[in-house]
């Protein structure tokens, strides 16, 4: 058996599989807002914070933790675990003392874990993955990188607020006493590994990538950017780890108070969408996960360090080696419904009947899908462009929004140099064959609808099996499963979509000048 642990923004998440029956015997989590309400973090952070910060606390995931294991050690045999793998909400960072590493090496297994940590932190909240407050910081990181786009080469991301670099550099200069009194510092997926470890654990190459500071190249930290960042940074981060490399066993404290096995093995953490990436069966090159939400979001496996020369999107370590990359478009399913409230429409205008009146006029209609403000590429929409060839409608314009979309992702993720060879449609709006079936023929690939839920804490479990041994193609196959037919891309489409491609990238060069 194998334990996969996911601490998201809102809840801690447990998952255990079964290789052998090919079962997932167990699935629990802990929801902060309802199960921890004393935390006042109804939504898993602490609420209203000035100038654009967004914190939680760290004593909070530690309590949750007990919780978890409290309520698994009721609901199965916890001595079965072989190892444990975890993933955690990425960007947000713990700030601890000197004494952390010896307080968790004496932790006490007939008291509470929450109060045992409390001394060791040197900052009483972390800043999570919401977190805007550091633009200053961010400004004068890419500046001494030599300008984002060199930072961007280096880290795979350009300075970005909410990325654990700049907010460690806000908290060094906004309290100089407590960064002195700073000996380590984690992400939420370490410093959760630690806890579980009883000994600090290294940051692995899927999360720390997400930090401005680790070099894609050689998958260590870059001295440069340790030293740009903040005065004696380096000795306060371990060096980082592949997620599939064992380091360490399981506390005594959870050997004796919920019956693990003392020989149980601990990976290092990663971040949640790397582990998504292994638990939705995409992480080899060619497969490709859109996540269809309130923002669109696109990520892939890739076998090399490519970067973004726009830097809209983001390059981290991949789990299962290699890497990965995640790009977020802002305008999901905000603008499918601005378009539907503004036409009058219902959703069964993006159904695969109604999108069928209008095949004839596919790749004819160009618009640029932004209803406000959007990240990729970066520019300021107030209101959708069109270019149409035919009179509009509004079954045209649902069929131009929907190509926009997938023409943009399309446009956005060629920079990644892998030809996808399936398409994974996860969230809501995936469910829509005639979404699906746009997304199919604008990439021209092969569409499936991803039928797993808890993705990064499965994806956490199949990282300790394959960490142990197990072959994870194998693992994937038995537990990433899609969800009914997949939809073939219309092949008489292909050329006619590489024109709209180029002809998508010159509108919107055109009208932004930024491609």
């Not at 006042?40 to 294991?69: K, R, T, Y």
């Not at 870059?222 to 306060?236: H, S, Y």
Request: with cysteine; charged share 20%; glycine share 8%.
């Amino acid at each position: 058996m194998f334990l996969g642990l996911d601490s998201s923004t809102q809840s801690l998440t447990a998952v255990i599989i079964d290789p052998a029956s090919g079962a997932i015997t167990c699935q629990m989590a802990v929801n902060f807002g309802k199960d921890l309400p004393h935390f006042q973090s109804p939504s898993g952070f602490i609420p209203d914070g000035p100038h654009g910060e967004v914190h939680a606390n760290p004593l909070m995931w530690v309590e949750a933790l007990d919780l978890l294991f409290t309520r698994l050690s009721s609901a199965t045999d916890l001595s079965l675990i072989r190892a444990i793998g975890g993933s955690g909400q990425q960007h947000g960072s713990v700030y601890l003392d000197a004494t952390f590493d010896q307080r968790l090496a004496d932790l006490d297994p007939t008291k509470a874990l929450s109060p045992q940590v409390a001394p060791a932190l040197s900052r009483a909240t972390s800043p999570i993955w919401m977190d805007t407050s550091t633009g200053t910081e961010c400004r004068e990181i890419a500046r001494a990188a030599g300008g984002n786009k060199k930072l961007c080469q280096i880290s795979g991301s350009n300075a970005t607020e909410r990325f654990t670099g700049p907010q460690i550099r806000r908290f060094s200069k906004a309290d100089p006493l407590a960064w002195s009194h700073t000996a380590r510092i984690h992400l939420v997926s370490s410093f959760i590994a630690s806890i579980l470890a009883g000994e600090s654990m290294p940051i692995d190459f899927g999360d720390g990538a997400g930090m401005n500071l680790l070099n894609l190249a050689d998958l260590r930290w870059d001295p440069r950017l340790l030293e740009i960042t903040a005065p004696d940074l380096a000795p306060k981060l371990l060096p980082p780890q592949s997620a599939t490399d064992f380091r360490g066993t399981i506390s005594r404290y959870f050997t004796e108070k919920f019956r693990l096995p003392a020989d149980c093995r601990i990976c290092p953490f990663t971040g949640d969408n790397p582990a998504s990436l292994v638990g939705m069966g995409a992480s080899t090159p060619g497969n490709v996960v859109i996540s269809l939400g309130t923002s669109d979001t696109l990520f892939a496996a890739m076998p090399d360090p490519l970067t973004d020369p726009n830097g809209f999107g983001h390059v981290f370590g991949n789990p299962a080696g290699g890497f990965m990359s995640i790009i977020v478009f802002r305008n999901g399913s905000l603008a499918r419904e601005a378009l539907r409230d503004a036409l009058g429409l219902d959703w069964s205008a993006f159904d695969k009947e109604a999108l069928s009146t209008t095949k004839a006029s596919a790749g004819m209609n160009l618009m640029l899908p932004f209803f406000g403000p959007e990240i990729t590429p970066r520019f300021d929409f107030e209101e959708p462009f069109m270019d149409f060839q035919e009179e509009p409608t509004p079954d045209l314009e649902v069929r131009a929004l929907l190509e926009g979309q997938f023409l943009n992702m399309r446009l956005h993720s060629e920079w990644m140099g892998v030809k996808p060879n399936r398409l994974l449609l996860t969230g809501g709006a995936s469910k829509n064959d005639g979404i699906a079936q746009v997304a199919a023929d604008v990439f021209q690939t092969p569409v499936e609808r991803i039928d797993v839920s808890n993705s990064a804490a499965l994806g956490a479990a199949l990282i300790a099996a394959t960490a142990a041994g197990h072959d994870l193609a194998t693992l994937q196959e038995t537990f990433c499963r899609v969800s009914g037919p997949s939809l073939q891309p219309d092949r008489s489409l292909e050329d006619l979509y590489e024109d709209t491609l180029d002809d998508f990238s010159d509108l919107l060069d055109e009208m932004t000048g930024v491609k």
